[in-house]
């Protein structure tokens, strides 16, 4: 006797679509935001009403962004309850055979296909690499309470238009709490437009700009609350005639030992409130310490303090120990630490 499962024809089922928008809005409530974002996200572009509901119901959920750009730029969203999607722009591929395509913003048809075997990743395929970014952006900034976390950039890596990247980098006028601009040469007029985004709250910067790169009028404002610039062969000390910034780290300047005791004299006297940390790592190793600190230990009967503090502010845990501790015109400690080829300075506010 057949059982009950071997005697079905599977075949002659029929499957009717779910209806949706049929729902009471309750439970079209609950259905929507029980979605994870990839269902969410593939629900909103099939219609105009859905992408106004998914949008609605998902409004007080804080999404992370997070966007690497390199050979494609690749968008990275993770929902509250872990749940996330992965979005990339790349180029077009010579064999389109096999791709769907969906409406994107206001570019139809786009190629698509999913990253198997996670369907969580889904690569779209443009003739324009940032022009599809773009696109890609526009929709899930409109679609997500997004808060953008990380920006990470290979310039190595990117076989488009830098110039178009670095544009539309500036144009996103939305805070960004985490970014990395990785090695490679680039052109001086990008690396300016780079350096005076002020979305870029934590930034660390290897790009390198030539040799000849100057810019008299950059300084460093609370907008830039945490940076490190590595290749600051350009910094001047009329750069750092004013500090916003929280934290500074800056490497292969080219300081002079004048010039770097004439930038801790006016550092002691408080006028950059906000500087609680900056190490500034030069190009030699042949400091001339006694001339740096000429005119700083003369204010005070200052000795090397071995007792050992942690700056644990901004995301950084280091110990701080043989340093020349001064009292600033302010009130506040400072802790110099000196070595043949940098110069530390802590700010205990």
């Given at each position: 006797?057949?059982?009950?499962?071997?005697?079905?024809?599977?075949?002659?089922?029929?499957?009717?679509?779910?209806?949706?928008?049929?729902?009471?809005?309750?439970a079209?409530?609950?259905?929507?935001?029980?979605?994870?974002?990839?269902e969410?996200?593939?629900?909103?572009?099939?219609?105009?009403?859905?992408?106004?509901?998914?949008?609605?119901?998902?409004?007080n959920?804080q999404?992370?962004?997070?966007?690497?750009?390199?050979d494609?730029?690749?968008?990275?969203?993770?929902?509250?309850?872990?749940?996330?999607i992965?979005?990339?722009?790349?180029d077009?591929?010579?064999?389109?055979d096999?791709?769907?395509?969906?409406k994107?913003?206001?570019?139809?048809?786009?190629?698509?296909?999913?990253c198997?075997?996670?369907?969580?990743?889904?690569?779209?395929?443009?003739?324009?690499?940032?022009?599809g970014?773009?696109?890609?952006n526009?929709?899930?900034?409109?679609?997500f309470?997004?808060h953008f976390e990380?920006?990470?950039?290979?310039?190595?890596?990117?076989?488009?238009?830098y110039?178009?990247?670095?544009?539309?980098?500036?144009?996103?006028?939305?805070?960004?709490?985490?970014?990395?601009?990785?090695?490679?040469?680039?052109?001086?007029?990008?690396?300016?437009?780079?350096?005076?985004?002020?979305?870029?709250?934590?930034?660390?910067?290897?790009?390198?700009?030539s040799?000849?790169?100057?810019?008299?009028?950059?300084?460093?404002t609370?907008?830039?609350?945490?940076?490190?610039?590595?290749n600051?062969?350009?910094?001047?000390?009329?750069?750092?005639?004013?500090?916003?910034?929280a934290?500074?780290?800056?490497?292969?300047?080219k300081?002079?030992?004048?010039?770097?005791?004439?930038?801790?004299?006016?550092l002691?006297?408080g006028?950059?409130?906000?500087?609680?940390?900056?190490?500034?790592?030069?190009n030699?190793?042949?400091?001339?310490l006694?001339?740096?600190?000429?005119?700083?230990?003369?204010?005070?009967?200052?000795?090397?303090?071995?007792?050992?503090?942690?700056?644990?502010?901004?995301?950084?845990?280091?110990?701080?120990r043989?340093?020349?501790?001064?009292?600033?015109?302010?009130?506040?400690?400072?802790?110099?630490?000196?070595?043949?080829?940098?110069?530390?300075?802590?700010?205990?506010?």
């Open positions: 006797m057949k059982t009950l499962l071997e005697s079905y024809n599977f075949e002659d089922e029929v499957f009717e679509a779910f209806r949706l928008m049929n729902l009471p809005y309750l079209l409530e609950q259905v929507i935001k029980s979605m994870s974002l990839m969410a996200f593939n629900l909103s572009i099939c219609s105009p009403t859905l992408q106004h509901f998914v949008k609605y119901f998902f409004k959920q999404i992370k962004l997070q966007v690497h750009i390199y494609g730029i690749q968008f990275r969203l993770e929902s509250p309850n872990g749940s996330f992965s979005i990339k722009a790349r077009c591929l010579e064999d389109l096999g791709c769907m395509r969906m994107i913003g206001n570019a139809s048809k786009i190629p698509f296909y999913y198997d075997p996670d369907q969580n990743h889904v690569v779209t395929c443009w003739r324009d690499v940032v022009k970014a773009i696109e890609l526009s929709l899930i900034l409109d679609l309470n997004i990380k920006l990470h950039v290979w310039k190595e890596k990117i076989n488009y238009d110039g178009s990247v670095v544009g539309w980098i500036n144009r996103m006028n939305k805070p960004i709490e985490n970014v990395y601009f990785a090695k490679g040469t680039v052109d001086d007029t990008l690396y300016s437009q780079i350096i005076n985004s002020e979305n870029f709250q934590k930034c660390r910067i290897h790009q390198n700009p040799e000849n790169f100057q810019s008299q009028e950059f300084r460093f609370d907008a830039h609350v945490n940076w490190q610039v590595f600051a062969h350009w910094i001047t000390l009329e750069n750092l005639s004013d500090i916003g910034s934290c500074l780290k800056l490497y292969d300047i300081f002079t030992d004048q010039e770097m005791s004439t930038f801790l004299r006016t002691i006297t006028k950059f409130p906000n500087l609680e940390m900056i190490e500034l790592r030069l030699r190793r042949d400091l001339n006694p001339l740096i600190m000429d005119g700083i230990v003369d204010r005070e009967n200052v000795v090397m303090n071995w007792d050992v503090r942690v700056f644990d502010r901004f995301g950084y845990n280091t110990s701080v043989g340093t020349i501790d001064v009292q600033m015109d302010t009130g506040e400690t400072c802790s110099i630490k000196l070595y043949a080829s940098a110069v530390y300075v802590f700010i205990w506010k």
